[in-house]
Nanobody, 126 residues
Framework: QVQLVESGGGLVQAGGSLRLSCTAS????????MGWFRQAPGKEREFVAG????????YYADSVKGRFTISKDNAKNTVYLEMNSLKPEDTSVYYC???????????????????WGQGTQVTVSS
């Protein structure tokens, strides 16, 4: 059974940093497209950052470009999201997700992702 577990969320002041982790079990995800998404109260879930399974490149939403960095450790089957210069508007529940299959392209559509973690809360105070 595939399971994704996020960790690393918490409460931080504006300008601070957090590092989120997403560890997969049940299968390896090397070569699969994965994304970090977030959902704030009353808002739709939105794409934040991700890796393409087809070219291995990372991609970011404009709102986090230059502040967030995605990385991965294939040996640990873990993906990270380093978040710096956090703003109150970054407050959300953050989810990691993987697409089914390998060499899959990255999309920003949450409906394209088959596997999801339970989410981790990030709260940025002003």
């Amino acid at each position: 059974q595939v399971q994704l577990v996020e960790s690393g969320g918490g409460l931080v002041q504006a300008g601070g940093s957090l590092r989120l982790s997403c560890t997969a079990s049940g299968r390896t995800f090397g070569g699969s497209a994965m994304g970090w998404f977030r959902q704030a109260p009353g808002k739709e879930r939105e794409f934040v950052a991700g890796f393409s399974g087809s070219d291995g490149h990372s991609y970011y939403a404009d709102s986090v470009k230059g502040r967030f960095t995605i990385s991965k450790d294939n040996a640990k089957n873990t993906v990270y999201l380093e978040m710096n210069s956090l703003k109150p508007e970054d407050t959300s529940v953050y989810y990691c997700a993987f697409r089914r299959g390998i060499f899959t392209s990255l999309t920003r559509n949450e409906g394209d992702y088959a596997y999801w973690g339970q989410g981790t809360q990030v709260t940025v105070s002003s």
